[in-house]
């Protein structure tokens, strides 16, 4: 027993390491230990994060010499102008904001039933099965599931076989997109689904509301915020997505691949990075919307 | 027993099975309407299980429920005329307290303007008129016991279940809360149906008490009832402190066949000046002031006998040799079926 132990004398302190005089030194310098846990992430936010965006900002304003193709640090709004006024950008942008909200929509309308099932419904057992099939495709290479994708709808490929293949194009990219980022939807709103507990369905139930009326009035309000941060992925993600649309895609140009465009075979940068100005909008007009709703606060 | 009508529930022979293990097992249970019931035992006595079949969340494996001398175990929650208050209140976070009042009258589809009046009159009972705006989160475990309690009897239920409604709140709070809800009894005139583990406030809330164990009623009775005459030795152990003598000890110390039970308050020790020889004999092994009285713990041969005597008896030391003496009326003999001793 522990208390004989302590009768023949006390037992000696912990021997002071360096590492103990360590922590007892960030024990009682809050200020100094937060610094230091914080310090790398805010580095590399900083500088790598913000202030790339704003060398981007900056860029945008620049022109490229017409002769030589080199960056000429004249300030213009030219690149702007081609941006907001020419068709192409204009089409171009409407397709990309189509094929977001597509798979956006998919996403989610798949995620709500399989989550319902896998956190409510499925046993144990059966819920860590479906968690597995359901995160086993983030094990797989982007390019391997964007050209599994491509065999699968292009002629002569699987669907084709079967007589339902859509080809190459838009409709071949929103099922790809909605597949590679499927996971991404799906485990929040799963996750949004456990968070609830099970004695609020039978409340509602005790209270008399059947299912439709439970799941109205109690379910969706609840899972909602997991339902825009999972939104919030497959519509960011499929916004600045630009090599899916080239695999299965065909011919189309969204937003990703005119900026890709602009750097590589057009050579010009100042365009690119006012092109990746409409993204960046259309996800802040997003976010700001999705924050007026309310549902981030409950994230 | 057979006949069920005047009664608010009936079971019969109920049973629910979760693979081999019986959670309850052949309960069969009268409650009239208007009485303040309770269910009470350990955790896993089945107490709790039996207040989900009644509401519904639960379908017994075997046996009947009837609500009203109508059988309702087929029926889904929704279809039946009870009313829940659960243990961690089970408030909808996303609604406001007034909103969560109106859940029930809403569902009933109350024109708005009725549902609004009759959540208010809820919440006044409930003395919560200030609070309607408020979420669930910015309430203290007092008042969203409060608001659970109104949300459950704002829609008129014949029937009202609470599964351990107090057991989350602090011992005042408690105490004030376990008036209140006798009092809304009375002033509503429905059945209540309480579970709780913690025998005090049963004895002190209800009209009649099943006290539960390993799935099986041990038994039912006033609270009165209960604690002067336990019907077996869980029982008596359970309701209040109790002095049990099993077969060999109540043979050996009290020359009766059986087994039985003597209340510690119906002990006394005999004044050594005395001399008379007491009933029993030991030495004190322990001397705890309660308050309002003394409890001492005496080992008499094998068994520990507790005695329980006013504050200002005289003092004993530990150690000391004493008689004890009770008078035969007091020597409850229990019942050997369903022993498991605690």
Redesign the interface.
């Known amino acids: 027993m522990s208390q004989t132990s302590r009768a023949e004398g006390r037992l000696p302190a912990p021997p002071m390491t360096a590492s103990r005089r360590l922590s007892s030194f960030f024990a009682t310098h809050r200020k100094l230990s937060l610094t230091a846990l914080l310090a790398a992430p805010l580095a590399w936010l900083v500088l790598i994060y913000i202030v790339s965006l704003l060398l981007l900002l900056v860029t945008a304003f620049w022109s490229t010499d017409s002769f030589t193709g080199q960056v000429v640090q004249d300030w213009t709004l030219g690149n702007f102008t081609a941006v907001f006024t020419e068709a192409l950008y204009r089409a171009v942008t409407v397709r990309t904001l189509i094929i977001a909200v597509s798979v956006t929509i998919i996403d989610v309308v798949i995620a709500l039933p399989v989550g319902y099932f896998m956190s409510k419904v499925a046993g144990p057992r059966l819920r860590g099965a479906l968690v597995v099939a359901f995160l086993m495709p983030l094990w797989a290479a982007y390019l391997v599931k964007a050209y599994a994708w491509r065999t699968i709808v292009s002629p002569h490929g699987l669907l084709d076989s079967l007589g339902i293949s859509p080809g190459l194009g838009l409709i071949a990219t929103i099922i790809t997109m909605s597949y590679i980022w499927l996971p991404y939807v799906v485990m929040p709103v799963y996750t949004g689904f456990e968070r609830i507990?099970d004695?609020?369905i039978?409340?509602?139930?005790?209270?008399?509301?059947?299912g439709w009326?439970t799941f109205t009035?109690?379910i969706v309000?609840?899972v909602w915020p997991s339902v825009i941060a999972g939104s919030i992925f497959s519509f960011s993600l499929t916004l600045g997505d630009y090599i899916a649309v080239q695999i299965v895609g065909g011919s189309q140009q969204l937003l990703g691949t005119l900026i890709y465009a602009n750097v590589g075979t057009g050579g010009n940068m100042p365009l690119a990075a006012a092109t990746a100005f409409i993204p960046i909008v259309v996800i802040v007009i997003y976010l700001t919307a999705v924050r007026r709703t309310g549902a981030l606060k409950?994230l | 027993m057979t006949e069920s009508s005047g009664m608010a529930i009936s079971l019969r022979g109920v049973e629910r099975r979760f693979g081999e293990v019986a959670a309850v097992d052949g309960v069969d249970l009268d409650i009239a309407e208007g009485e303040f019931f309770s269910m009470l035992g350990p955790s896993g006595s089945g107490k709790t299980t039996v207040l989900r079949l009644i509401a519904g969340f639960d379908e017994p494996t075997a046996g009947t429920i009837e609500l009203a001398g109508k059988p309702v175990h087929h029926l889904a929650s929704y279809d039946r005329d009870v009313n829940t208050v659960f243990q961690d209140y089970a408030l909808f976070p996303h609604l406001n307290v007034i909103e969560n009042v109106e859940f029930g009258l809403r569902v009933r589809r109350i024109a708005k303007a009725k549902r609004r009046q009759l959540a208010r009159e809820a919440l006044e009972r409930m003395r919560l008129g200030a609070l309607e705006t408020r979420r669930p989160g910015e309430l203290s475990g007092g008042q969203r016991q409060r608001v659970a309690l109104a949300r459950a009897f704002v829609v008129d239920p014949k029937v009202l279940l609470l599964d351990e409604p107090l057991g989350a709140l602090d011992k005042k709070l408690r105490e004030q809360m376990q008036i209140e809800l006798k009092d809304l009894q009375r002033n509503l005139g429905i059945t209540f149906v309480f579970v709780t583990h913690d025998q005090e406030e049963a004895l002190t809330l209800s009209d009649r008490i099943a006290v539960f164990n390993d799935g099986r009623i041990q038994q039912v009775d006033t609270p009165e009832n209960l604690y002067s005459a336990p019907a077996t030795e869980f029982v008596a152990s359970f309701v209040g402190t109790s002095n049990l003598f099993d077969e060999q000890a109540a043979h050996r110390l009290l020359g009766l066949s059986g087994t039985y039970t003597i209340r510690p308050e119906n002990l006394r020790f005999i004044a050594a000046e005395s001399g008379r020889p007491g009933r029993l004999s030991g030495t004190v092994r322990n001397r705890m002031f309660i308050g309002s009285s003394h409890r001492t713990i005496v080992d008499v041969e094998e068994l520990e006998i507790s005695v329980l005597e006013p504050a200002g008896s005289p003092n004993r030391e530990i150690g000391d040799a004493v008689a004890i003496d009770f008078n035969d009326a007091d020597v409850r003999k229990l019942r050997t079926d369903g022993l498991s001793a605690a």
């Open positions: 507990p004695n609020l039978e409340a509602a139930g005790d209270l008399g509301a059947k009326n009035a109690v309000p609840l409950n």
